[in-house]
């Protein structure tokens, strides 16, 4: 039984036991009745009350538990609800199924969201431009601040939720297996090259739903859920995040009609965004991918766009860096030296 649940028959005694040995965690019990429905919430708060009301230690904690409780109910609302529930400074969050039974606990300070999203971690690359690290590692097992990589990204996708995980593997794959055998991540070794979105062909899914595919040498503090919400908003077929890009000219700038001049510009400064290698695809679209065919992530948001289907972008305000040359690499050292975990 998992440590915070407890029958409405047990004691009051029985509840202060549990409640010490959480120590150091959620001080919340969750109390359920016979057939398993949860009916209330219990503290040492709530004992304290009841004693002074005239409880007994061997009161059962029916007699004292708080019955109206905020609960997720795993359905499309859990994400919103979640949300608010944050807001409240609300930490430990029961997720019941359509007839009140706990099917899962959420420890918002833990889970960040719960994103109705399966994921794929493209991590069949080699790394050149980082050899000779990469000569004996595969580039996502390097360690950044002792952690390797994947980890980080790992770590964040299941901080919002993200549990169904695929990692497509080539370069080194046996390493990258090994690692996560113990885990539930799920390895899926291409033969050849299949580009960078080419191998999410060998990864089943449902046919409806959405995919977040992201490329595994990435740091980022970037908030899947924002993202996720302006996927559903826009109706979108494809969604990509995207990165600020400024690019400054050193030089005066004519503009010009024919071989007239019109205009001067001096020194200027122009902005745009550029592709972070994280998307959010509809399965139907990533369902149209051949497993013997290489197909960039580019191509395949091309041929949407021509389709006439909906490809939005998701501005990163926060850090991302992607690990692509030693100068990257320990970039990002740095960073998470002076600034501990993404």
Request: overall charge negative; proline content about 4%.
């Amino acid at each position: 039984m998992n440590r915070h649940i407890i029958p409405d028959s047990a004691t009051l005694l029985d509840a202060l036991r549990m409640l010490n040995d959480l120590s150091g965690s959620v001080m919340t019990l969750l109390v359920t009745d016979a057939s398993g429905i949860m009916t209330g919430t219990l503290t040492d708060g709530d004992i304290r009350r009841g004693l002074l009301a005239g409880a007994l230690p061997d009161t059962n904690v029916r007699e004292v538990m708080h019955r109206s409780f905020k609960a997720l109910r795993g359905d499309a609302d859990d994400i919103s609800r979640l949300r608010e529930f944050r807001r409240r400074g609300l930490r430990l969050l029961p997720r019941l199924d359509s007839e009140g039974r706990i099917t899962g606990i959420v420890d918002t300070s833990v889970t960040r969201s719960l994103l109705p999203l399966s994921a794929i971690v493209m991590a069949g690359g080699k790394g050149e431009r980082l050899r000779p690290m990469t000569l004996t590692t595969p580039k996502p097992l390097l360690k950044i601040a002792g952690k390797p990589i994947i980890d980080y990204n790992i770590d964040m996708l299941r901080s919002y939720g993200i549990e169904d995980i695929s990692v497509t593997v080539n370069y080194m794959a046996e390493a990258i297996e090994e690692h996560f055998a113990a885990t539930t991540v799920k390895c899926v070794r291409e033969d050849m090259p299949l580009g960078t979105i080419g191998a999410a062909a060998l990864v089943s899914r449902t046919p409806d739903g959405d995919t977040l595919v992201m490329n595994s040498d990435l740091l980022t503090t970037i908030s899947l859920e924002e993202m996720y919400l302006r996927h559903t908003s826009e109706n979108a077929d494809v969604t990509i995040a995207a990165i600020p890009y400024n690019l400054s000219v050193p030089y005066a700038i004519l503009t010009t009609d024919g071989a007239r001049v019109t205009g001067l510009e001096e020194k200027p400064s122009y902005s745009y965004y550029a592709n972070a290698g994280i998307y959010i695809f509809s399965n139907r679209l990533l369902n149209r991918l051949r497993a013997d065919r290489r197909t960039d992530a580019t191509d395949l948001i091309a041929d949407a766009i021509a389709e006439g289907g909906r490809v939005v972008y998701f501005p990163i305000s926060g850090t991302w860096i992607d690990i692509g040359s030693p100068t990257d690499f320990h970039h990002a050292e740095e960073l998470m030296r002076h600034h501990g975990q993404m």
